[in-house]
């Protein structure tokens, strides 16, 4: 049986009921943000559309968007797609406030232009956790999430993030 580390109890638990905690501590409307598996989730539940894929050249400095961006409004929970550890919680030049998490798998996966972070660095967090909402700090021309995944902490490392997503089981679309 997979188990993993339940940091709050100091013990190890079996993933299943590590999922179902993760659903009883989220109100019930926030439910769908946690995948079935309990293991990924969405970074958002919230409608949206998409308005910079990844990998489309322009003025970034990778040559590339690095990201995907999902438009929502301003306020939208931002929520973690996966248990890892919070390793930046703070303004970050054009991403504006930002949060990263440094996923159990390896990956770094940057929330950016948010308008209020309601994680501190340090903090280990699951699939679900509110990280903070999303809004349109930095380099941004509206309110969005900027999600991006990297298989390095520095920037340049990017992959496709709805590859990543995918991966897990996590199907975003084209639209929320």
């Given at each position: 049986?997979?188990?993993?580390?339940?940091l709050t109890l100091r013990r190890t638990v079996p993933v299943a009921v590590a999922a179902a905690?993760?659903?009883?501590?989220?109100?019930?409307?926030?439910?769908?943000?946690?995948?079935?598996?309990?293991?990924?989730?969405?970074?958002?539940?919230?409608?949206?559309?998409?308005?910079?894929?990844?990998?489309?050249?322009?003025?970034?400095?990778?040559?590339?968007?690095?990201?995907?961006?999902?438009?929502?409004?301003?306020?939208?929970?931002?929520?973690?797609?996966?248990?890892?550890?919070?390793?930046?919680?703070?303004?970050?030049?054009?991403?504006?406030?930002?949060?990263?998490?440094?996923?159990?798998?390896?990956?770094?996966?940057?929330?950016?232009?948010?308008?209020?972070?309601?994680?501190?660095k340090g903090r280990h967090v699951g699939p679900g956790t509110r990280l903070g909402s999303s809004?349109?700090?930095?380099?941004?021309?509206?309110?969005?999430?900027?999600?991006?995944?990297?298989?390095?902490?520095?920037?340049?490392?990017?992959?496709?993030?709805?590859?990543?997503?995918?991966?897990?089981?996590?199907?975003?679309?084209?639209?929320?």
């Open positions: 049986m997979t188990a993993f580390k339940d905690s993760a659903l009883a501590l989220t109100a019930p409307h926030e439910a769908a943000a946690v995948e079935a598996a309990g293991s990924y989730a969405r970074p958002i539940t919230a409608p949206y559309h998409v308005t910079a894929r990844y990998g489309v050249p322009g003025e970034w400095a990778a040559g590339h968007h690095p990201g995907v961006d999902f438009a929502v409004p301003t306020g939208t929970r931002v929520r973690s797609v996966g248990s890892g550890t919070v390793v930046l919680a703070r303004r970050s030049g054009d991403y504006g406030k930002a949060v990263t998490v440094r996923m159990r798998d390896g990956h770094y996966v940057v929330y950016g232009h948010l308008s209020r972070i309601a994680v501190r809004g349109s700090t930095g380099r941004s021309s509206g309110p969005h999430l900027h999600f991006e995944v990297r298989d390095g902490r520095g920037y340049g490392n990017d992959v496709n993030p709805l590859r990543y997503l995918s991966r897990h089981g996590v199907h975003m679309g084209k639209r929320g």
